[in-house]
């Protein structure tokens, strides 16, 4: 059984190790102790191989942010008690890494139960403590935790991995993620393309770049829409902190902000999916999944998809395509007026399509077994579209378009994080009201302002009142549910450009907290990113055998109650929402890594720097 040892680059001037295990399409394994305390770890039985963590022997009860907690916000860990009726801890404390010196004490709240994982939940708040370097928490009766840092800029090197994890799904180009991850390389993969029947064309069409979207090497216009304009949008946002921060790829040191860079990679493929019409092909993928081979290794032709009928573009891929151009036309304009200039042409002539074509909905074709990202309903994308078009030109024939539409959109606020690939009326919306437009209408503004701002309290309760902290509700758990975590954090980051309020930011690091440890499993579900990250997802380039381990920096999709794989189908029954999750690359449906959830990732992370 291969047990080799993984090195993370420093984290906040200390080193990790992690011992990780690595069994390409088996299960996942752990410590014969872990795993007596992980359901969710199903069919590991089979290898239930021994494993020493360079880290800590932590115990799965205790529950941190493995990254940490800035300095000077509130901090939180979690521990569990192992049946509803044992005798709960009372006391925790706080110790510092290098010498084990107790930093503080404190008292535990009583248990609260969750629903949503069954759990009975206690919180170690350790608030008051100011002091940066590395801790852990130690609870009489059950154990010590992972080690945190505490500081002041904790989350900017888990931003720089997350955004060294789009690189790494780049497609068309030789990847090396460099010495801070030897062996994590591949040469250049998707050389070649071609017309599938059903786009209306024929012949070759290489267009050769973009992201792989996830564990597959499809690229999916409406999936690259809302993850390319959730990128730009952490620019447009948070820019003045995201401009210094270099990530080492092929164009660092072009005069252009790497993460403009990074946006301009798949963007430039995207803008390769439009005809000559304005319309945008939907998809380009083989006609079914590769099996897990390496990205060069994937030989099945790459085929431009369409409707098979006239007009063979689909609505919602061409007014995404809109949208995102009309983004990049505003935030490129600095750094180089020539492409932002083309990528206004495009979303102009992909609008004129829509007006001829305002909901042309895509199915797979026959023989095609890929993602479908199908969306029955393209209103809400040519509303994104209007609204991103008017918000760069100030054409009044966009700002008419929007104030025309907006309203029967409004209540998607009222149900955060409501935005997901198939949904991005509140990217419209917003964008509206972020705007400062001269002809903008005041009206529309201030219900969109205050629509956002209400529910975001809302969130901020409910967030308090969950035993993890958490914003998920049990409806929340569906297929890229850390997405829908991540995005309840997004949505509490725009109320709070509307309305600034501590809280806000707060309950949007909570979320964060969640996916980075501070979870039922006591995973971090980045990978490399703490000391107990998910080892397994469902990635080809990871599980081709060809790399020592999972690609840095990618998000798990999460628990997911639709069971939709057969590893989630066989957990048991009676699992509750928050616990149907399995670190198996063969569950896709919960622990595969996917491009949209990552860029809400990025955002949440974008917010976190100083
Ligand atoms: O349409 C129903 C809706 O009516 C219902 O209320 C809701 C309840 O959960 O389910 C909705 O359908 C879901 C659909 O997503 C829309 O959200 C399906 O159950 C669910 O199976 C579907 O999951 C999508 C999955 O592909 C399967 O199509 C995920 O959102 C989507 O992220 C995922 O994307 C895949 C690509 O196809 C291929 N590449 C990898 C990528 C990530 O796994
Ligand atoms: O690998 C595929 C993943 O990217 C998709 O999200 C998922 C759902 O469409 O499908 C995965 O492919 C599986 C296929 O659907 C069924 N056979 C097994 C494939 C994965 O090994
Ligand atoms: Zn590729």
Redesign the pocket.
């Known amino acids: 059984m291969p047990v080799l040892a993984v090195t993370l680059a420093p984290a906040q001037g200390e080193s990790l190790h992690m011992a990780a295990s690595w069994f390409p399409f088996l299960a996942s394994a752990r410590s014969g102790r872990e795993l007596s305390l992980s359901v969710f770890l199903a069919g590991l039985l089979l290898f239930p191989a021994a494993l020493a963590h360079g880290a800590p022997d932590a115990s799965l009860a205790i529950k941190v942010d493995q990254v940490g907690y800035p300095l000077n916000g509130p901090k939180v860990a979690l521990v569990t008690l192992p049946t509803a009726t044992s005798a709960p801890p009372e006391t925790f404390q706080v110790l510092r890494s290098s010498d084990n010196a107790v930093v503080l004490r404190g008292k535990l709240t009583p248990p609260q139960a969750d629903p949503n994982s069954g759990d009975q939940v206690q919180a170690a708040d350790f608030s008051s403590f100011h002091k940066a370097g590395t801790y852990y928490l130690r609870i009489p009766g059950v154990g010590r935790s992972w080690n945190f840092a505490v500081g002041k800029n904790v989350f900017e090197r888990t931003y720089y991995l997350a955004m060294r994890g789009f690189y790494g799904q780049r497609c068309g180009i030789a990847v090396d993620m460099g010495p801070e991850f030897p062996g994590y390389s591949h040469p250049a993969c998707h050389q070649h393309g071609e017309f599938h029947l059903s786009s209306g064309a024929k012949g070759p069409r290489d267009n050769i770049g973009g992201w792989h979207?996830?564990?597959?090497y499809?690229r999916y216009m409406v999936n690259s829409g809302i993850s390319t304009g959730t990128m730009l949008w952490a620019w447009e946002i948070f820019g003045r902190k995201l401009k210094k921060i270099q990530l080492n790829i092929p164009e660092t040191g072009n005069g252009t902000p790497d993460i403009l860079n990074e946006a301009r990679w798949n963007l430039a493929w995207m803008l390769k999916m439009q005809d000559d019409d304005g319309g945008v092909w939907h998809k380009q993928t083989s006609e079914h999944?590769s099996g897990?081979v390496a990205p060069e290794d994937d030989k099945l032709p790459s085929e431009i998809i369409g409707t098979g009928a006239t007009p063979y573009k689909s609505t919602c891929a061409t007014a995404d395509l809109a949208a995102v151009g009309a983004i990049a036309a505003r935030v490129f304009k600095p750094y180089d007026a020539k492409f932002a200039a083309q990528a206004l042409e495009a979303a102009r002539r992909a609008w004129a399509w829509t007006e001829k074509y305002p909901n042309v909905t895509f199915r797979n074709p026959p023989g095609v077994?890929?993602?479908e990202y199908g969306d029955a309903n393209c209103k809400d994308e040519r509303l994104w579209a209007a609204a991103e078009l008017g918000r760069t030109t100030g054409e009044a024939a966009f700002n008419d378009f929007f104030l025309k539409n907006y309203a029967e959109f409004l209540p998607t606020l009222d149900s955060p994080p409501a935005e997901s690939w198939s949904q991005v009326a509140p990217m419209a919306l917003w964008t509206y009201a972020l705007a400062h437009r001269k002809g903008s209408d005041g009206e529309a503004v201030a219900a969109i302002r205050q629509r956002t701002v209400a529910a975001a309290h809302t969130v901020v309760d409910r967030t308090r009142a969950n035993p993890y902290l958490i914003s998920m509700k049990a409806k929340d758990y569906v297929w890229g549910s850390n997405g829908v975590a991540a995005g309840y954090g997004m949505y509490l980051l725009i109320a709070n450009v509307f309305a600034p309020d501590p809280s806000f930011v707060d309950a949007a690091r909570d979320n964060l907290h969640y996916l980075l440890g501070r979870n039922t499993f006591s995973l971090s579900w980045v990978t490399q990113v703490g000391e107990n990250p998910f080892l397994h997802p469902?990635h080809?380039p990871s599980g081709s055998g060809k790399q020592p381990g999972p690609w840095p920096g990618l998000l798990s999709g999460g628990p997911n109650a639709g069971r939709?794989d057969a590893v989630l189908a066989a957990l048991p029954k009676d699992l509750p929402p928050a616990k149907v999750y399995a670190d198996q690359l063969?569950s896709?449906?919960s622990n595969?890594i996917c491009i949209n959830w990552q860029a809400s990732l990025v955002f949440l992370l974008a917010g976190e720097l100083r």
């Open positions: 979207d996830a564990g597959d499809g999944f897990f077994s890929t993602g469902h080809r939709q063969a896709y449906a595969e």
